[in-house]
């Protein structure tokens, strides 16, 4: 853990909201979840909730499965309505947008146009059409509280995003493959980026967030960390979060990453 997240304080919403929890980050990400005593409802979203067998088998009551296709509308209404029930004028605290996939890509090969509409539509336009089917639940949250101060506990946003999409940082090193992922990822910072400013008067929190490389179906089995020990660090971080964090592009230490 870097030493400005030592600093932060933990801010623990009462509400959380994880895409894509059935495996990989997302799976890691509700489990730490369950550590924070404070939070009242976690809202794991898959899209197939009878098979989410691991899922499952976390043992929490405060967990309630949900069934959310993330590139359907009708999914995301019907998720927004289920929601809204259960966390009443409390609204949402937390929105996590994680579902992500990677199609891989070779400039000397074509790529149809569906396949580059599809990375895009799950990494840039899902995220986006999430935060405005929620907006609603998030900004009743965030009217709970008075002035302009930003937290996890009031209203938050988190992108889990991907080095990848930071355009100053691209080298060479793994061009091929990652060229679209790379190129959605860029896309849904720059809306997490304008949102920040834009959308400030809201008082909800945005940020994106690097987990790192991850041994996950996406990130392989000779990735640099186990789904604990990133979401070890990435969750408690997610929580620190706070008005110096908001618009940024961060990895999983809260260390900046340039755009
Ligand atoms: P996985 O491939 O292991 O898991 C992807 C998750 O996204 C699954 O739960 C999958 O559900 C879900 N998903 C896919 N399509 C949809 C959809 N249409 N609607 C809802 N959920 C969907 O990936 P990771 O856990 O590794 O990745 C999670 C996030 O972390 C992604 O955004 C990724 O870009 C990011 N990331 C990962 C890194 C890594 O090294 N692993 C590095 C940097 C960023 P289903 O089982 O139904 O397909």
Known sequence: MSENAELKVIHEPRS???????????????KKLTE???IRHIFAACRDPENAQELKKIADPRIQIIQLDVTNDVSIDSAVDNIS???G????T?????????IPYEFTSEVSREKIIEQYNLNSAS???????FLPLLEKSANLE?????????AAIVNISSTSGSIQMIDGSFNGPLVLYRMSKSAMNSFAKSFSIEMRKTNILIASFCPGWVQTDMGGGNAELSVETAC??????????????????????????PH
Not at 89 to 92: C, F, I, K, N, V
Not at 232 to 257: E, S, T
């Open 16 to 30: 959380v909201l994880v895409t894509g929890t059935n495996r990989g980050i997302g799976l890691g990400f509700v």
């Open 36 to 38: 924070f005593p404070n």
């Open 85 to 87: 029930k259960i966390v």
């Open 89 to 92: 004028s409390d609204g949402l």
């Open 94 to 102: 937390m929105l996590v947008n994680n579902a992500g996939i990677l």
């Open 127 to 133: 995220p986006l059409i999430m935060i405005q089917k």
């Open 146 to 154: 008075n002035g302009d101060q930003l937290s996890t506990s009031r």
């Open 232 to 257: 070890n660090i990435l969750v408690p971080n997610a929580l620190r979060l706070d008005a110096g964090n908001h618009g940024q592009f961060i990895d999983r230490h809260l260390k900046v990453i």
